[in-house]
């Protein structure tokens, strides 16, 4: 029923974030201080309009003797003064979903109106789930027409790389004046409409839903929900840091999640104390850890592509084993739905069996003499997914290949060997571990 796409735009206020909710809170103050009403008809005019727009609307409907931007700026103050008091929270199933199109490498971009002064504001309150995108484009910044013209989006399809054609692009927008617009650059569109948009102006979308819940990314051939990012180990671990550290009243920065992956839980709680000056002990620490990563390491799914890569690797006889920083119980905790992929593996090197963790070598070096051959570290290959990994590896002698997440800068990428975005762009054949041709 519908095309397949391969990118995806967001709008961003009433649409990723909820913003509408305070936008038109603000509105009504203003309007009060004057002794003037907002109705909902008014405020449904409101909705999707730019900054240039929304105020000679307002100007021309309430007769205010002001400029547009002395009647814009005094809005934006209201607006700063409840931000003050509110957090602007992600829209239902907004993170769900972009953290799975993340997970599975769709490129995703941002077009919107706004002023890049108010994007940097409200998206400072969920900086993490921002850097899941390539751009941000605004309408102002570009100096370009404002939705309904499909310029924004066109600028927005331009900035990904190989020049997409517009028939690849699925659009998710939250106001008529935004669908117009897709639909204008010939882009298919995903209307999540304010409840005070009235059906009759949602009929130019392509598929109208209520809130990401309700949206099925198999209909426009996108991957499917069947392995949900949430039961991926690492974005567990997310989850479990970013709980325990704010049971602490301390934020889990990208950088500090960085810092973190892939070491033992000892050297996890020196960087916290580094960094945070988190305010418990090492036992209450471990305590508080194990509760909440109890709660939630139930269903972990198998990384994409992990399956076939072990698989074809073992049909072709090529040595295979894990190194972890993960205890040997949380080992046997996380494999224990996929026994027989993990048979295939010579063996399992984890935390218990070292007393330095990565970034040191000795996991590896430990890992590699476990095989029967005893290879040299130069015959050995490592896949990781943490920057402590990498540095491990190396300073074992030993290629790496690293699996990276957009968070991670050019410098700190060039101590890898290869990076890739996933265990599906691995190609083994570059490392010669097997000459059979891949499937």
């Known amino acids: 029923m519908y095309k397949p796409v391969k990118f995806i735009i967001f709008d961003l206020d009433g649409t990723l974030l909820d913003t509408e909710r305070l936008f038109l809170e603000a509105y009504r103050v203003l309007l009060e201080r004057y002794g003037k009403l907002f109705p909902e008809d008014v405020q449904r005019k409101c909705i999707g309009k730019s900054k240039q727009d929304l105020h ?190 704010e049971s602490y009243n301390c934020k889990y920065t990208n950088e500090v999640r960085i810092k973190v992956m892939g070491r033992l839980l000892r050297d996890v709680y020196d960087i916290f104390v580094e960094e945070l000056d988190i305010p418990v002990s090492f036992e209450v620490f471990c305590r508080d850890r194990l509760a909440l990563y109890n709660k939630y390491m139930t269903n972990i799914q198998l990384m994409p592509g992990a399956e076939w890569l072990i698989n074809w690797l073992y049909e072709r006889e090529v040595p295979m084993a894990v190194a972890t920083s993960s205890t040997r119980e949380e080992v046997n905790k996380k494999i224990q739905n996929y026994q027989e992929l993990f048979k295939k593996m010579n063996h399992i090197t984890t935390a218990d069996e070292v007393k330095r963790g990565k970034p040191w070598p000795d996991m590896f070096l430990l890992c590699a003499s476990k095989f029967p051959l005893m290879p040299s570290p130069k015959e050995v290959v490592v896949i990781e997914d943490a920057l402590a990994g990498v540095e491990a590896a190396r300073a074992a002698g030993m290629q790496v290949v690293w699996i990276v997440d957009k968070s991670i800068t050019d410098v700190q990428k060039r101590k890898a060997t290869k990076t890739i975005s996933c265990l599906i762009d691995f190609d083994p054949k570059e490392f010669s571990l097997a000459r059979a041709h891949l499937p």
């Open 56 to 245: 000679t609307y307002l100007i021309q409907e309430y007769g205010f003797d002001k400029t547009i931007d002395e009647l814009a700026n005094e809005g934006a103050a209201i607006q700063k003064e409840i931000l003050q008091s509110e957090t602007i929270e992600i829209m239902p199933g907004a993170q769900k979903f972009v953290s799975h199109m993340s997970i599975n490498r769709i490129p995703m971009g941002i077009a919107t109106a706004s002023p890049r002064s108010r994007v940097r504001e409200v998206t400072s309150y969920h900086a993490e789930f921002f850097q899941l995108f390539d751009h941000i484009i605004t309408a102002p910044e570009e100096g370009v027409r404002s939705k309904p013209h499909p310029d924004i989006f066109l600028i927005s399809a331009r900035r990904f790389d190989d020049d997409p054609d517009p028939n690849d692009f699925l659009v998710f927008e939250d106001t008529p004046t935004g669908v117009s617009a897709a639909v204008a650059a010939g882009m298919q569109v995903v209307m999540i409409p304010h409840y005070l948009i009235p059906k009759e102006q949602t009929l130019q979308a392509t598929k109208v839903i209520t809130s990401f819940h309700d949206f099925d990314p198999e209909e426009f051939g996108l991957p499917p929900y069947e392995n949900r990012p949430e039961e991926y180990t690492e974005s567990i671990m997310l989850t479990v840091m970013s709980e325990l550290l």
